[in-house]
């Protein structure tokens, strides 16, 4: 089945230590997104692509960066990790010609821990 | 900026009765509204999109409406189960931007 794939499902990692989580999709979406969600609240987009076009929210912090080498993977990078940082990390994407432009589909997520 | 407000407070239904929730925005109407399911511990998952010219839209026992006076939606589960306990997000896009905006979700529970 075409989906939306991250891993790992929990990541535990110690404050300051850089961290890595993966997004690959079989979709063949052209965009693709990364939100931070805390518990009880609304997904906050950290940034997307449109195809190799990044674009990143005005209030994500620098400690935040983004890779997408190819359509299907997408890695967001936390380089110094914060006990603020801790939260659920969502991918997602969409597609950008037929019909379904508007919805997002989103991963599993990856639930990070910093200890 | 825009603001989405929806229950902050979880919602109990009994079983087989029609679940309504809200979802209040301020300042201009969005070009379309979206909700999303999400489970715990999972990603969200899309419903229903209703746009900003249509009053009304349905998908099984799923029903939104789009009301741009009162700056306000609905999402009805009607026959609800057990099953239908989840979070439910809701989303606006609007024109002018490239993403959309989340609200922070309700809780629903449906008790047998």
């Known amino acids: 089945d075409a989906m939306v794939i991250q891993n790992p499902r929990y990541q535990v990692t110690q404050f300051g230590k850089p961290v890595t989580l993966s997004c690959s999709q079989t979709l063949n979406h052209n965009v693709m997104y990364w939100y931070q969600q805390k518990s009880s609240q609304a997904p906050k987009l950290l940034f997307h692509?449109?195809?190799?076009?990044?674009?990143n929210e005005a209030d994500t912090p620098d400690n935040f960066q983004s890779r997408r080498p190819n359509t299907s993977f997408c890695f967001l990078d936390i380089r110094s990790p914060g006990l603020g940082d801790a939260a659920m990390y969502l991918c997602a994407t969409r597609p950008t010609g037929g019909s379904g432009t508007d919805t997002q589909y989103f991963g599993p997520g990856t639930r990070l821990t910093v200890l | 900026s825009q603001k989405i407000e929806q229950n902050s407070e979880a919602l109990n239904i009994q079983e087989g009765k029609t679940a309504t929730l809200t979802c209040n925005y301020t300042?201009?109407?969005?070009?379309?509204l979206q909700w999303y399911r999400q489970d715990p511990g999972r990603g969200p998952v899309f419903l229903l999109l209703i746009r900003e010219n249509e009053k009304e839209k349905r998908k099984e026992r799923l029903k939104v409406t789009f009301d741009t006076t009162l700056k306000q939606s609905l999402f009805h589960i009607t026959a609800s189960q057990p099953a239908d306990s989840a979070t439910y997000l809701c989303?606006?896009?609007?024109?002018?931007?490239?993403?959309?905006?989340f609200g922070s979700g309700t809780r629903l529970s449906i008790r047998p």
């Open positions: 300042n201009y109407s969005p070009a379309y």
């Open positions: 692509y449109y195809d190799k076009d990044f674009n």
């Open positions: 989303a606006l896009k609007y024109s002018s931007a490239s993403k959309i905006i």
